[in-house]
């Protein structure tokens, strides 16, 4: 019986552990729901380069698929008139190489 208590706290313990999201999950999950500038420059702050595309699609939602790079736009249109947004570059691995936010005019 101690040994199926002490199972069961463990059990309990580690599903705890394991249910936290981390920073750039909470900042991603915040970016699907409000679509805001602050989350989505959080994110490319702290997403590394050289991660696969499933992986960005995984914290931002679908992107606007341009076959060579993915955009994530935001609420605002910046000074120039154009819509602000994410930009994660696709190399030829399939795998981000370079990503920054500011207008996208084009």
């Known amino acids: 019986m101690k ?3 002490i199972l069961l706290l463990v ?6 552990g394991c249910s936290q999201m981390s920073k750039i999950e909470k900042y991603g999950q915040h970016y699907q729901k409000h ?3 602050i989350s989505l420059s959080k994110v ?6 050289d991660v696969d595309t ?4 995984t914290i931002l ?3 606007i698929n341009m076959g060579f790079d993915y955009r994530y736009l935001v609420d605002s249109i ?16 399939g795998n981000i190489d370079q990503k920054w936010i500011d207008e996208i005019c084009e």
């Open 3 to 5: 040994i199926f208590a």
């Open 11 to 16: 059990t309990f313990l580690f599903s705890l």
């Open 35 to 37: 679509n805001d500038y």
């Open 44 to 49: 490319i702050e702290l997403m590394k380069l």
């Open 54 to 57: 499933s992986y960005v699609k």
């Open 61 to 63: 939602g679908e992107p």
């Open 78 to 93: 910046g000074p120039n008139d154009c819509s602000i947004g994410a930009v994660f570059h696709i190399n030829s691995e």
